[in-house]
T-cell receptor, first 113, second 111 residues
Framework: DGGITQSPKYLFRKEGQNVTLSCEQNLNHDAMYWYRQDPGQGLRLIYYSQIVNDFQKGDIAEGYSVSREKKESFPLTVTSAQKNPTAFYLC????????????FGEGSRLTVL | GENVEQHPSTLSVQEGDSAVIKCTYSDSASNYFPWYKQELGKRPQLIIDIRSNVGEKKDQRIAVTLNKTAKHFSLHITETQPEDSAVYFCAASRSFQKLVFGTGTRLLVSP
């Protein structure tokens, strides 16, 4: 079954802790993205990668880090430097290196206690 | 950078009515404009998109119009049904650039 898999679906973290969200795709897509979704603010881009071993900051990259060591994987680390990390995080991929249809995962909801 | 504004934030209609959601964008070089639908608890999914060389595109009950001069584009849903209830997001981008999303419109279709 092809698609994008995010894990975990729900995650609780204490303040001061780093946490890594997993995103794996078997669609053979070149580009992958991380978005943050907050009520009333739409989808805001955190990081994106158009090719393996390369990634760019999005609009709200502060306090986050990513890696793209494999084409199918694009993990997101939420660091303790992120001041308001409680949110719903969506990973997406697209076939080419330019804009086109985004295929989203089911999301990960992070709650900081 | 690109900025996308979306209105209204909520929209309530009766089943069978039409619904219109409007977006404006700031970057005149943007040339790709998709619309995504997110049902409650589910992932966003593309429902229709349009590129800047086209003024209108239809797919059954949904249509998108683009006015490049005014830098706005709209989603039109005709003969709305309860299953159309969801949050709708517009977005815009240049070629080979990242998508910028609007803030979303919650559409409620009452039977």
């Amino acid at each position: 079954d092809g698609g994008i898999t995010q894990s975990p679906k729900y995650l609780f973290r204490k303040e001061g802790q780093n946490v890594t969200l997993s995103c794996e795709q078997n669609l053979n897509h070149d580009a992958m993205y991380w978005y943050r979704q907050d009520p009333g603010q739409g989808l805001r881009l955190i990081y994106y990668s158009q090719i393996v071993n390369d990634f760019q900051k999005g609009d709200i990259a502060e306090g986050y880090s990513v890696s793209r060591e494999k084409k199918e994987s694009f993990p997101l680390t939420v660091t303790s430097a992120q001041k308001n990390p409680t949110a719903f995080y969506l990973c997406a991929s697209s076939p080419g290196q330019g804009p086109g249809e985004l295929f989203f995962g089911e999301g990960s909801r992070l709650t900081v206690l | 950078g690109e900025n996308v504004e979306q209105h209204p934030s909520t929209l309530s209609v009766q089943e069978g009515d039409s619904a219109v959601i409007k977006c404006t964008y700031s970057d005149s070089a943007s040339n790709y404009f998709p619309w995504y639908k997110q049902e409650l608890g589910k992932r966003p999914q593309l429902i229709i998109d349009i590129r800047s060389n086209v003024g209108e595109k239809k797919d059954q009950r949904i249509a998108v119009t683009l006015n490049k001069t005014a830098k706005h584009f709209s989603l039109h849903i005709t003969e709305t049904q309860p299953e159309d209830s969801a949050v709708y997001f517009c977005a815009a981008s240049r070629s080979f650039q990242k998508l910028v999303f609007g803030t979303g419109t919650r559409l409620l279709v009452s039977p």
